[in-house]
C-alpha cells in the first residue's frame, strides 16, 4: 500500500511539474507573441508637430481653446455646453462634441491658412438624439476642414469652400 501511495504521489507530482512547464511556456510564447517587433506598433514620441516658430505666427493664433457657436451657418444643437476645440502646442486636438470627448492630431508643414485634423478618438456615451446629430456632424466637419480664417477671436474653419465650423476663443474662469 506504502509503494502505491508513493507511486501516486510521484505520478501527481509528475503531472504537476509537466502542467507548470506548460503554463509557463505558453505564457512566455504570449508574452512574445504580443511584444511587437523592434519599431512595429510602438508608438514613438510624438515629435514637436507645430514647429517652435510658428507657434507666435499664422499657426499660433489657432492654439489654444475654442467653443463653436456656428456649425454649417447655422447655431448648433446643445443640450448642456457647446461643442469644443482645444488646439496644441504639440499638434494634439481635443474637446468636447456634445456629448462625448474626442481627440485627434493635426497635420502641420501645410501652407498658412491651411489645416488637416486627423481621425482621432473618442468617447462613446449615449446622449440626446438632437444632440448626438449635432456631435456627428461636428466631428465629421472637423475631419473635412481644410482651410481656416481668424479674424480677432473668431476662427471660421472651412471644408472647401463652405464655412463648416465657427468658434470664438474660450474664456477661462
Keep these: 500500500m506504502h509503494h502505491g501511495i508513493q507511486s501516486l504521489l510521484t505520478g501527481l ?3 504537476l ?3 507548470s512547464q506548460t503554463t509557463a511556456a505558453a505564457t512566455q510564447a504570449n508574452d512574445s507573441a504580443t ?3 523592434a519599431g512595429a506598433g510602438i508608438e514613438e514620441p510624438q515629435e ?3 514647429p517652435e516658430e510658428a507657434v507666435n505666427t499664422e499657426f499660433g493664433g489657432l492654439l489654444g481653446a475654442w467653443t463653436l457657436v456656428a456649425l454649417d451657418g447655422t447655431t448648433p444643437v446643445i443640450d448642456r ?3 469644443t476645440l482645444e488646439i496644441m502646442a504639440d ?4 474637446g468636447f462634441g456634445g456629448v ?3 481627440r485627434a492630431r493635426m497635420k502641420t508643414g501645410l501652407p498658412p491658412g491651411r489645416v488637416e485634423i486627423t481621425q482621432g478618438a473618442s468617447t462613446m456615451m449615449a446622449g440626446p438624439e438632437a444632440v448626438m446629430a449635432t456631435e456627428q456632424t461636428f466631428l465629421q466637419r472637423l475631419g473635412a476642414v481644410s482651410t ?3 479674424k480677432g477671436d473668431t476662427l471660421r474653419m472651412y471644408a472647401g469652400d463652405n464655412e463648416a465650423l465657427t468658434f470664438t476663443r474660450a474664456t477661462r474662469p
Design 91 to 94: 499638434g494634439t486636438v481635443a
Design 35 to 37: 511584444e511587437p517587433a
Design 13 to 15: 507530482f509528475c503531472a
Design 81 to 83: 455646453d457647446a461643442p
Design 17 to 19: 511539474l509537466a502542467l
Design 148 to 150: 481656416f480664417t481668424i
Design 100 to 102: 462625448n470627448r474626442y
Design 48 to 50: 514637436l508637430i507645430v
